[in-house]
């Protein structure tokens, strides 16, 4: 079962992408998009209708873009599925939370991703689990409910909000549980940038208890703009970001992105990038779950 993975896809910055022709070479099972799939063009909309305008428009030209367009078409003919979060830039705009504003805003912002990736959904909202062979994948919302730093950080319920908190412990702690364990996480778990869930160390805290020691499960991440690999507090962490970005500093194309691999014994990870200190490949067997 092969999962490709990708984060942060700038049209405005990058078009066009060949990075995704080189996605669909590799022939994935499925397709995890983790955010900032677009961007918006600015970070101050305070009224749902400019915000709707602008993120359709977005989605649109996108989905347009060809060699995106062509991995979607393959996928869909290949009966495989695109599984997608927002994050940030593609929500309300740069390090915005959902909790921090009104709630027409927010839910303008989760609407429109609806509308464009049209994705599986616990009730009215877009955190689900995605059962695919032998791996769970818990794809979490980490926008909507999510409130700054400095008002929630020493909040249990901070980041997900207590209703999508108990749906996932329930998650991790069911008896029917899959081979492997994916938690598609829009902000990194550790700090690599400016946002990162130790900004919010009693929810940090708890999802590291609810991980811990539990074979077979990781954080996929993105949003940081590199590849990273990492498992200090005893849950793996796999980050990769900028799919389709130009750097900050030598404007030079980035093209990172994952490819796991994942068998009855082990899962392969391959991290592409055009830095060669950026390019990862090893494997983690499941009866030896840590980074090699």
Request: a negative charge; glycine letters at 6%.
């Amino acid at each position: 079962m092969k999962l490709a993975v990708a984060s942060c896809a700038k049209l405005q910055d990058t078009n066009p992408q060949p990075v995704w022709a080189e996605i669909q070479a590799r022939r994935p099972d499925v397709l995890l998009l983790l955010g900032d799939n677009i961007y918006l063009s600015h970070d101050n909309h305070d009224e749902p209708a400019g915000l709707t305008a602008e993120l359709q428009a977005l989605y649109a030209a996108q989905f347009a873009e060809p060699n995106f367009a062509a991995l979607l078409a393959d996928l869909r003919a290949r009966n495989c599925p695109v599984l997608a979060i927002y994050d940030d830039h593609d929500f309300l705009g740069n390090n915005r939370y959902g909790g921090d504003y009104g709630p027409a805003l927010r839910q303008a912002a989760r609407d429109a991703f609806i509308r464009a990736f049209a994705p599986a959904q616990t009730g009215g909202d877009v955190y689900h689990l995605h059962h695919l062979g032998p791996i769970d994948i818990a794809i979490l919302d980490e926008r909507f409910y999510r409130r700054s730093p400095a008002v929630s950080s020493t909040d249990r319920d901070a980041i997900l909000g207590g209703t999508q908190w108990a749906w996932l412990e329930q998650i991790v702690h069911s008896p029917h549980q899959a081979r492997y364990l994916v938690i598609a996480s829009s902000t990194t778990l550790h700090t690599f940038g400016d946002e990162s869930w130790e900004q919010y160390p009693a929810a940090f805290h708890r999802l590291v208890d609810l991980l811990h020691g539990r074979e077979g499960a990781l954080v996929l991440s993105g949003d940081v703009h590199r590849n990273a690999v990492y498992d200090d507090s005893g849950v793996i962490e796999i980050v990769t970001s900028a799919v389709a970005r130009k750097g900050l500093i030598f404007g030079a194309r980035r093209k990172n992105y994952g490819l796991l691999t994942f068998d009855d014994a082990k899962v392969n990870v391959d991290l592409q990038s055009l830095k060669s200190g950026s390019r990862f490949n090893f494997d983690i067997p499941l009866n030896h779950w840590e980074l090699p």
